[in-house]
């Protein structure tokens, strides 16, 4: 009887939804700080406590990341969120914006692979309330995609992350750099400090610049992350990832964006780093990397992570 009841129900739209405005969830408890120990001295064993603390609340939380990524990333993206215990949603319709991103933790927009249709879904998941993080990909790919990233910059993501030359990019302003190389550096890291610094205080971000050495800045404070192996390179999307990981942590404690973004980026390189020790080359270490992301243990955390505050 129930089976025949069943198809009558539907059509009868029984049990009845509530109207549309009363679907939306309110957004997320705010996640208790871990702001603990903030007036201490940031040692590197700060740090690393600090690291683990951080991973330990995106596991505990397991913050709801809405990911607006490029088509290349998608998987290693959602793949790495998932290992780190961060629970991720690629949406990008427009469609679904006012109903799903109020529900997010975070939300992470990575302009890679960037078409007119999805650039109204990304300003409006970045106007949505929740905290962002911006990765600009190759911002210096066109005019169109430099204008996106600075609509997106004034939009004021919790933190930008980018590789050298996309950051000088941005810092500049312009689309017609001689050396533009497309997705990848041809900059290091330590280059573009100066460049970083400034366009964390002109847009009021923190902003990360990844390499053989992250740097992470405010505008004022510095912070080096040094984990990592060179072949992570040498794998596509590892830069979009690491971006999504930064928002993840910032899901979990947006309270302090400078030190999620410093932490998300050591973890990662760490995982790197042991993934490298059982990787024979980038596929391999792509999914060695995923390993030991979900592997991670407090003491190879606390004593793994190389983070320090520039004096
Ligand atoms: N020479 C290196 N040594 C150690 N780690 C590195 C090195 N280069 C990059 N990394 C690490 O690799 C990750 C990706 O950084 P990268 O600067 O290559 O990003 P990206 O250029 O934006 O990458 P993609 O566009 O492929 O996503 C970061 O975690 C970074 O710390
Ligand atoms: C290869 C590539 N092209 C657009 S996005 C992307 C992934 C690395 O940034
Ligand atoms: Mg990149």
Redesign the pocket.
């Known amino acids: 009887c129930t089976r025949h009841l069943y198809p009558l129900l539907t059509l009868l739209r029984w049990p009845p939804t509530p109207p549309h405005n009363q679907v939306n969830l309110p957004p997320p408890n705010p996640p208790r700080s871990l702001a603990v120990g903030m007036g201490e001295e940031r040692t590197e064993a700060w740090w690393g406590r600090r690291a683990w603390a951080l991973l330990s609340a995106v596991r505990a939380r397991a913050p709801l990341v809405q990911c607006i990524t490029n088509l290349v990333?998608m998987d290693i993206a959602a793949n790495a969120l998932t290992a780190a215990g961060a629970s991720p949603a690629m949406l990008h319709c427009i469609r679904e914006i006012p109903d799903f991103t109020p529900r997010c933790h975070a939300v992470y927009i990575n302009v890679?692979t960037l078409s007119e249709d999805w650039l109204p879904s990304m300003r409006a998941a970045a106007s949505a309330g929740r905290p962002w993080v911006l990765?600009p990909?190759a911002a210096a790919a066109s005019q169109f995609r430099m204008e996106a990233c600075l609509e997106l910059l004034a939009l004021r993501p919790a933190v930008v992350?980018?590789?050298?030359s996309?950051i000088l990019a941005l810092a500049a302003r312009s689309d017609s750099s001689p050396t533009f190389k497309g997705?990848?550096?041809s900059h290091d890291?330590g280059e573009v400090l100066q460049a970083a610094k400034a366009l964390a205080r002109s847009s009021g971000t923190v902003v990360a610049v990844?390499?053989?050495v992250?740097f992470i800045t405010d505008g004022e404070q510095v912070i080096s992350?040094s984990?990592?192996?060179?072949m992570?390179?040498k794998?596509?999307?590892?830069?979009?990832?690491?971006?999504a990981l930064i928002a993840a942590f910032v899901g979990a404690d947006p309270s302090d964006a400078l030190a999620a973004a410093a932490c998300a980026?050591a973890i990662?390189?760490l995982a790197?780093e042991i993934g490298m020790e059982s990787a024979k080359g980038p596929a391999s270490l792509r999914m060695h990397l995923i390993d030991a992301l979900y592997g991670l243990d407090e003491q190879t955390v606390t004593s793994g992570v190389k983070i320090a505050l520039l004096p």
């Open positions: 990333s890679g990765d990909v992350r980018g590789n050298a996309e997705v990848d550096s890291s990844s390499g053989a992250d992350a984990n990592g192996v060179a992570m390179q794998i596509t999307a590892t830069g979009c990832a690491v971006t980026l990662f390189g790197g």
